[in-house]
């Protein structure tokens, strides 16, 4: 099961990061990225690439990673 909510909040919380911060650096508003961390809401290839760009990590590996969590 995908559950890439995890994911990014595992990254966000090791690099010390706060939601609004993130946000702010993809672009949207924090309640937003509160939802996709809660898997409330979809988002484009797009918006997870800036993720990706944020955490220097393919998005591969936080698909890969997303699948992983139990």
Known sequence: MLDIGITLRK????HRYTQQFVA????ISRVAYR?????????????LK????????PIDVLIK??????
């Open 11 to 14: 990254y966000r919380d090791k």
């Open 35 to 47: 939802k996709w961390e809660n898997n409330s809401i979809e988002f484009s290839i797009l918006q």
């Open 24 to 27: 702010n650096c993809i672009g």
């Open 50 to 57: 800036k993720i990706s760009d944020l955490y220097c990590v």
């Open 65 to 70: 990673e997303s699948y992983l969590v139990i």
